[in-house]
């Protein structure tokens, strides 16, 4: 009977786990109902040989929605623009000419007007008329003697490949050419030494042929491109030496209190009571340690944990050269959206860059000298956007500071954008328009209120790249315009109400990426893969049936390079990049064309009690991973995953986000900042754990705790 009336049950609970999960998916780009309808009506016409009207349709799109976004197939969707100039490029000839006829005269006013915007509308909405390709030369020209070499690229291939007079000059073709060898293009360079090397050019005053231009060049080995991107602990700099085996504390800061709830270990309570995690991310340079709380920016001594200077916020009863302790009532203010900000402190040439919330309301970007917390820009609005809360973490970047936000009305909350300040003033370049996510449905509590999404974001070249933990990866031009967007896979198994389980570690969980090459590497915020796409055209590598049997139609194009638990990348050396999951499978990924893969991979074995937690920490010659159990360990690898050492973690709380500091480990978790040293104890101190037998030690024989262990050969994969 109660299996008979279970059945029953879950029959009638089937539509509505099936509405919610549609729920869950539903992550929108800037896709126009009437841009839709336009481009459908265009498509019918020319299927009916109206040539005519299928242009008319088209030109309506980009005249007047130049911002929009369309799928073009694959799980690709591109601008507006550009599959509407691409459609009327493939119009007969009778139509070109009607079409050159109607629009030279405003295309060629535009681009009279000589200025990057005038080039940009003659080029967009006028692509197939003379003065539109010309534009689009011109265009591309300025982003290559800007540097953005990857822009310049996409204009001039648009001109060469897809113009109705394919006219391009000698010279544009031989620097695509040299682009094409700079990037690691060889393929694209051959092709065009074959279609156009013998054309003759004059290079820095010298004539010459394209084959001959390239020559030189091809014969150097192209390096790659340099990532710029913001991990949870570290900026994508070198990877130390070493790091210290934590024996000792040093010093605390004491950030809230844990709650005792065993179905919960990561509920916490901050100090002043207010509920929520306080998601900090600290950096460390010139002996002191940066940290974000929110509402200040504080300084202190890496060493001593002593105060040095703050920016912002109540300063309570702080005194320069004494330990620091946070106000009884300094989150008293803050609202429920606080918790729910990432608050970053990123140093970039001698310069602080954090998002800090001036009225517990919302947030502005800041920026400070690292040595005397003096401020870079001048002007009050710097670093402020209207109706706007800056989430993310900011990203300095040749000229620019890029960082992602959410709106601050509460019906728009699943939205989110990119914003790009001048590093120099701090005031507001451009925004952008990523993506939104739908309220996700629940049978039994009807619409739950998307939560505050802070975007990863990363750049390479003049391309930047944003990735949201509700499913969304965009590329976006150095002068905010979408290039292509893309939709990665649903979590395998994932909550049919929800993306992910709300908690403090996945609410921590980032989304890394980085470029190497012409790969683009990132992982979802499930946890559960990695993908790669092409950087350039945010397409993926057909997988392995194997690899994508739980993903369906279009996103079987996107690369699973290793369906495992690889939760957490914690270090970029070049191509290489190391994964940790939270069940410590540890594994070496390679990015090269075509050939990413995992280098080198190795299952811990370690009790089924224990879980990893926080972040590890990759050096030169270990990795080391923590872990939670009954009593909170680390475990240190060699580089080569063959040996595993087993160290008591020295303080109650569990490890956090692991970080070095001079000759410091530190770790910050939600509710404390810690200072370790591999000094030993004071005499009295008592290890944790030690003498005492705890119920999460299964599996553990006796003597291995602090031994090396050789790992068995079939655990490596």
């Known amino acids: ?248 504390v040093k010093w605390r800061l004491e950030l809230g209190k844990p709650v005792e709830d065993r179905r919960n270990p990561n509920v916490w309570i901050a100090r002043g009571g207010m509920g929520g995690s306080l998601q900090t991310y600290p950096s460390s340079a010139d002996g002191k340690l940066f940290v974000n709380l929110g509402r200040s920016l504080i300084a202190l001594d890496s060493e001593t944990g002593a105060f040095r200077w703050q920016v912002g916020g109540p300063r309570g009863d702080a005194v320069v050269g004494q330990p620091f302790k946070l106000p009884a009532d300094f989150f008293q203010l803050v609202t429920p959206e606080f918790w729910a900000h990432r608050w970053y402190a990123v140093i970039s040439d001698g310069v602080l860059y954090a998002n800090l919330t001036t009225t517990g309301k919302w947030s502005q970007l800041k920026a400070v000298r690292v040595d005397n917390s003096r401020a870079i820009w001048s002007n009050p609005d710097a670093g402020a956007v209207p109706d706007f809360d800056l989430s993310g973490p900011p990203l ?7 960082v992602g936000g959410v709106p601050r009305e509460d019906a728009k909350r699943g939205e989110v954008w990119l914003f790009s300040f001048d590093r120099r003033t701090g005031m507001l370049e451009w925004k952008t328009f990523i993506s939104a996510y739908q309220a996700q449905g629940n049978p039994w509590r009807g619409v739950v209120p998307p939560p505050v999404f802070a975007p990863v974001v990363a750049a390479s070249g003049s391309y930047v790249y944003v990735c949201t933990n509700n499913g969304a990866l965009a590329c976006v031009g150095h002068t905010g315009s979408i290039v292509w967007a893309t939709k990665y896979p649903k979590p395998v198994g994932a909550n049919p109400w929800g993306w992910m389980e709300n908690t403090v570690e996945d609410t921590w969980d980032l989304s890394p990426i980085f470029a190497a090459g012409r790969e683009l590497i990132f992982l979802p915020s499930d946890g559960t893969h990695c993908c790669r796409l092409d950087a350039i055209t945010g397409r993926g590598y057909l997988a392995p049936a194997d690899a994508t049997r739980r993903i369906q139609n279009w996103q079987q194009a996107m690369k699973v390079v290793k369906r495992e638990d690889c939760r957490h990348l914690v270090a970029i050396a070049g191509d290489e990049g190391t994964f940790i999951g939270k069940s410590c499978k540890l594994y070496d990924l390679r990015a090269m064309p075509g050939k990413t893969g995992i280098l080198r ?9 224990l879980r990893y937690c926080g972040r590890g920490l990759v050096t030169k010659d270990s990795i080391l991973v923590p872990v939670r159990g009954a009593t909170p360990r680390l475990f240190v690898y060699d580089r080569e995953f063959k040996t595993r050492r087993e160290v008591a973690w020295p303080t109650a709380g569990a490890p956090g986000t692991l970080m070095l500091a001079g000759k410091l480990l530190i770790s910050v978790s939600p509710h404390e900042i810690v200072a370790l040293s591999d000094e030993p104890p004071k005499d009295g101190e008592k290890k944790p754990g030690e003498g005492e037998e705890k119920p999460g030690d299964e599996g553990l024989k006796p003597g291995e705790g602090g031994d090396e262990k050789p790992m068995d050969p079939d655990d490596r994969k």
């Open 1 to 248: 009977m109660t299996h008979t009336l279970r059945a029953i049950f879950f029959l009638l609970l089937a539509p509505a786990l099936a509405a919610a999960e549609a729920a869950s998916e539903s992550v929108f780009f800037d896709e126009e109902a009437d841009v839709t309808a336009l481009v459908e009506k265009g498509d019918a016409a020319l299927k009916k040989g109206d040539a005519e009207g299928a242009l008319d349709a088209w030109q309506k799109v980009l005249g007047e929605f130049p911002g929009a976004v369309l799928p073009a197939g694959d799980g690709i969707w591109l601008p507006a623009t550009v599959a509407c100039s691409r459609r009327i490029a493939a119009l007969p000839a009778e139509a070109i000419a009607t079409y050159r006829d109607r629009y030279e005269t405003q295309a060629a006013q535009k681009a009279a007007l000589g200025t990057v915007e005038g080039l940009r509308v003659a080029a967009e909405q006028f692509f197939c008329t003379d003065s539109g390709g010309a534009a689009m030369e011109r265009l591309g020209a300025m982003h290559a003697d800007a540097g953005a070499i990857e822009l310049a690229m996409r204009c001039w291939e648009e001109v060469a490949e897809r113009h109705p007079a394919k006219k391009v000059l000698p010279a544009t073709l031989a620097r695509l050419g040299l682009i094409y060898v700079r990037l690691g293009f060889a393929d694209k360079a051959r092709a065009l030494l074959e279609k156009h090397g013998g054309l003759k050019v004059k290079l820095k005053g010298v004539e010459t042929t394209i084959a001959a231009a390239l020559k030189d060049a091809m014969a150097v080995p192209a390096p790659l491109p340099r990532t710029a991107a913001i991990l949870p602990d570290l900026t994508f700099a070198p990877i130390p030496d070493s790091a210290p085996e934590p024996r000792s």
């Open 396 to 402: 300095p970047w040749r000229d620019h500071i890029y």
């Open 601 to 609: 991979g190795a299952s811990a074995d370690i009790p089924s009690s």
